[in-house]
Nanobody, 114 residues
């Protein structure tokens, strides 16, 4: 499984941004897609997850502001981020969990200025 993330950038507080993660390879083996983020000096944390069955899971800090979704026709998972806060800044990584392992895409940087 290969993952290509995109969509990061510089936004101001309160603005929105949409991240995309396109998968290739053995994508039929993917059970859960997820977005994680890592701020400088901090551990990587889960932001949002989406299972094959459509169930979602969000970090408390982003619930009601972020939405994870997918377009199966495009093999792409999105993370819509609204009402961005300074603490949302960091490098965002998409992940794909299969029965065997977890795959990671390259990070995409989100910068939020006040």
């Amino acid at each position: 499984v290969q993952l290509q993330a995109s969509g990061g950038g510089l936004v101001q507080t309160g603005e929105s941004l949409r991240l995309s993660c396109t998968g290739s390879g053995s994508i039929n083996s993917i059970l859960i897609m997820g977005w994680y983020r890592q701020a400088p000096g901090k551990q990587r944390e889960m932001v949002a997850q989406l299972t094959n069955g459509g169930a979602t899971n969000y970090a408390d800090s982003v619930r009601d502001r972020f939405t994870i979704s997918r377009d199966n026709a495009k093999d792409t998972v999105y993370l819509q981020m609204n009402s961005l806060k300074a603490e949302d800044a960091g490098t965002y990584y998409c992940s794909a969990r299969t029965i065997r392992t977890n795959y990671w895409g390259q990070g995409t940087l989100v910068t939020v200025s006040s």
